[in-house]
């Protein structure tokens, strides 16, 4: 079968910086993508890996290890309008798009 | 600006009364995507579009069916909904069948009494 696997919830302080760790077992890579969704919204895109290593993009980082079956998304500098959940996607195969459960983080003042 | 939108935001309905949720888009995008999706899970695609090409997921109840009479616009239709398909359902596009992020409509929360 095809997984996906988030932690369920996280929490951290504002300022400081957390790693949201997925890991993937799919039929095919065609790449991975992570989304935030606020509570009672819809997901909205950060960020698409499909090659091995760090992409960067203002205070979010993703980054993709294909032997693995592992990324991780890293949010630098937490703001309190950072609370949502943070969903791993993998495109498999068949060009599926495969969805994890999502991780909730939580903010602190 | 070209967006994904959806009506209503909030749906309440009866138990086995049926129901529409719609969609539209300005992207011109080609794929249009149906999801459910309950609290704390993840999202669970019933049915996509490329075009006019109606795909079915093989776990999609019989229950939901869809239609897309344009470009622009797709429909859910709940023909006899039960208690278990009170959730959030989502529409979505991409730009073609490749590997494309997927735009996101605001969401139509769906309340069965």
């Known amino acids: 079968g095809q997984n996906i696997d988030q932690p369920t919830e996280m929490t951290a302080t504002e300022g400081a910086i957390v790693q949201i760790n997925c890991t993937y077992q799919?039929?095919?890579?065609?790449?991975l993508f992570w989304y935030q969704q606020h509570a009672g919204e819809a997901p909205t895109f950060l960020s698409y890996?499909?090659l091995d290593g760090l992409e960067e993009k203002g205070r979010f980082s993703s980054f993709l290890s294909r032997s693995k079956g592992y990324s991780y998304l890293l949010l630098k500098e937490l703001q309190m309008k950072d609370s949502a959940s943070y969903l791993c996607?993998?495109?498999?195969?068949?060009?599926?798009?495969?969805w994890g459960a999502g991780t909730k983080l939580i903010i602190k003042p | 600006d070209a967006m994904v939108i959806q009506n209503p935001r909030y749906q309440v309905t009866q138990f086995g009364k049926p129901v529409t949720l719609s969609c539209s888009q300005t992207?011109?995008?080609?794929?249009m995507y149906w999801y459910q999706q309950k609290s704390s899970q993840a999202p669970k695609l019933l049915f996509h579009?490329?075009?006019?090409?109606?795909?079915n997921e093989a776990d999609t109840p019989d229950n939901f069916q869809s239609r897309r009479p344009n470009t622009s616009f797709c429909f859910l239709d709940i023909r006899s909904p039960g208690l278990g398909d009170a959730a959030m359902y989502l529409c979505?596009?991409?730009?073609?069948?490749?590997?494309?992020?997927?735009?996101f409509g605001d969401g139509t929360r769906l309340s069965i009494l």
């Open positions: 979505a596009t991409s730009r073609d069948k490749e590997v494309q992020p997927q735009h």
């Open positions: 992207l011109n995008h080609n794929v």
């Open positions: 579009y490329y075009d006019k090409d109606f795909n």
């Open positions: 799919t039929s095919g890579f065609n790449g």
């Open positions: 890996n499909v």
């Open positions: 996607a993998v495109v498999d195969s068949n060009y599926q798009l495969i």
